[in-house]
């Protein structure tokens, strides 16, 4: 045989076998009121093939459906799927499966049953209203390369939940999520991008990280009104939060709880309780982001050491920043001006009375202590601060660089905008 003959022939048998592959997939409709192919939308998927595309049209559709093909599931017009207060409306079992354009409401009383259920990879779920399902809208269990896009996400107890520690690579972009209990909660999941979410008027966090979720992003959202605005809880390190708008949070506006080596940096936080807040958290990066006008504390710092919390601009908070160290420790001993001085006579002589000083740009800044005392004596300052001048017995002024002052008591070092009671001492 001619070579360049059997050349054509196998290539025309491959052209053939593709054409032919690709004229498997067919579309089939879905109306409930006839006149289509099918008036339920199961016995629709039922009869499909992998890379199917089913388009459902309007209507009310009393179903628990379970997509367990590759296909599309389309709506026209935002058909209704009602769980009818049992089970999950729609679960996704097989891999690569788009659903778009529905109203997904009513499931079940059981914690395992949501609005739209994800149990497998590779799934699109975009543009739908997923709303009034009592324990989820959206929940993607051991669930990995998803995308959550566009969608309105309302009035359960979690909008949209990622659990489980083998999730990876999820991307949640666009949703608007408001008026749950949680309204983007992942739990022990890692490697998912949070981006571009409108999150408001959940009853708890806006977004919360729990139980050791790990190098997420969580970045553009518009956070508001919620009880916490973005919260980290137990263990949940190496996320990174930036560029998002939190405000008027009735809590906290960023909450870290026993969370460590995150970053938060370049957020707008305004008008929140407290601004930042660590609670038993260490090593984390907290940097650039501007907290202005938050009813309470621009940071709040409570049992937390080792976070490199510079620059920010804290502004117009009532206090900017605020330290508590919960556990009484013993009182340190000053290091001695000079060598061969006989030990000091510890005592407690005052504390800084201007709770809105700024320290801008590395610039020196007078802060006055006043104490009660002799009209001289050896003052000990605080390590990085140095004395300047005495203004009158008893009253001294000392000055330095916003990324040396460290007090006595806590180990933060602050940029600009705190408050700190400080112990000096003196003989």
């Not at 022990?188 to 009853?203: A, D, E, K, M, P």
């Not at 553009?220 to 560029?243: F, R, Y």
């Not at 809590?251 to 807040?277: A, F, K, M, P, W």
């Amino acid at each position: 045989m001619d070579k360049g003959y059997g050349i054509l022939i196998v290539s025309v048998t491959i052209l053939v076998l593709c054409l032919v592959g690709t004229a498997s997939a067919t579309n089939c409709s879905v109306d409930g009121s006839g006149g289509e192919d099918f008036t339920g939308i199961q016995d629709a998927i039922n009869k499909a093939s992998d890379g199917d595309r089913i388009i459902v049209h309007s209507g009310i559709y009393y179903e628990n459906v379970v997509v367990d093909k590759s296909i599309t599931l389309k709506g026209n017009g935002q058909p209704v799927v009602d769980a009818g207060g049992r089970e999950s409306a729609i679960t996704l079992t097989a891999d690569g499966i788009t659903v778009e354009g529905f109203n997904v409401t009513n499931s079940g009383s059981s914690w395992t049953d949501v609005g739209i259920k994800v149990t497998s990879n590779n799934n699109t779920i975009t543009g739908n209203n997923v709303s009034n399902n009592d324990w989820g809208g959206i929940r993607l269990d051991d669930s990995s390369n998803n995308r959550i896009t566009g969608n309105n996400v309302s009035n359960s107890w979690g909008g949209i939940c990622i659990s489980h520690r083998i999730i990876n690579n999820n991307r949640i972009t666009g949703n608007n999520v408001s008026s749950n209990g949680v309204g983007i909660y992942l739990s022990s999941s890692s490697n998912n991008t949070i981006t571009g979410n409108n999150v408001n008027n959940n009853n708890n966090h806006g977004i919360g990280l729990y139980y050791s979720s790990n190098n997420n992003t969580i970045t553009g959202n518009n956070v508001s009104s919620n009880g916490v605005g973005i919260g980290l809880d137990d263990s949940s390190g190496n996320n990174k939060i930036t560029g998002n708008n939190v405000s008027n949070n009735n809590r906290t506006g960023i909450y870290l709880y026993r969370s460590s080596n995150n970053t938060i940096t370049g957020n707008n936080i305004s008008n929140n309780d407290d601004g930042i807040c660590l609670w038993g958290s260490s090593k984390n990066e907290i940097t650039g982001n501007d907290v202005t006008n938050n009813n309470d504390k621009g940071i709040d710092l409570y049992d937390s050491t080792n976070n490199n919390i510079y620059p920010n601009n804290f502004i117009s908070n009532s206090d900017n920043v605020y330290s508590y160290e919960p556990t009484p420790k013993s009182t340190p001993t000053p290091p001695s001006p000079t060598p061969n001085l006989p030990p000091p006579v510890i005592t407690p002589i005052g504390i800084w009375e201007n709770p809105q000083v700024e320290l801008k740009n590395n610039a020196y800044r007078s802060i006055t202590v006043t104490f009660t005392g002799p009209s001289s004596a050896t003052i000990y300052l605080p390590p990085g601060a140095t004395k300047t001048h005495q203004f009158s017995p008893g009253q001294y002024s000392i000055s330095a660089t916003a990324t040396n002052v460290v007090p006595f008591r806590g180990t933060e070092s602050l940029s600009r905008g705190y408050k700190y009671t400080w112990i000096f001492y003196i003989i």
